[in-house]
């Protein structure tokens, strides 16, 4: 009985132990609501071009309704409605894309980057439905959306010593990483803490 308490005793201790060593120093979480915000601040996006088939000839336009990213756990996906018309056709087309998420760690930024979402173009010919281009949406995106990491706060402390001196301590991040869950992307960070600098 005594051998089994202590065996549990140590389970639990050991638990413990993982748990505080899996807990980051700081971290950053971007909720998928505030991504999303970005996307009513940029304001309409559409596009139009001219197209040839045989012997027609027309110009097509399309306007995205409702773009938003989604997260789910460990994955980032774009979507929108397009409202498109390719001349006598009109109609809506669900587009789903892939999204990359990055953390840069010489800059300290959380880069998001749409990096593919294909709408397909069709028209009338003869009554029926047929393909004229495809066009990559993300191309409409080159700028990512691009936050602050997690080492956006001050990163350099000075302490004056009991013998007058003043000690230069900085902060350097240790095993960033990037997760994606459900409607949240977590950047936690380690911290170790290194003397640059010793004033007297």
Known sequence: ????????????LSTRLLAQEKTPDIQVI????SLNKLFDAIGPVYGSGKYSMLFMEGIYHWTLQNPHIELTDGAAGYKANVSVQTGPMNYNSDIQGSVSITYALDSNKIIIRITSAILPLYT???GKKVHIKDVDLAEYYKDPFVF???LSITTDMEFTMPDGNVRKVHAVPVN???IVKDHQIIVPCGIEFITVSVKK
């Open 176 to 178: 960033c990483q990037v």
């Open 124 to 126: 009338k010919l003869f």
């Open 148 to 150: 602050e990491g997690p």
């Open 30 to 33: 971007l909720q998928e609501q």
């Open 1 to 12: 009985m005594r051998n089994l308490i202590s065996c549990l005793f140590l389970l639990i």
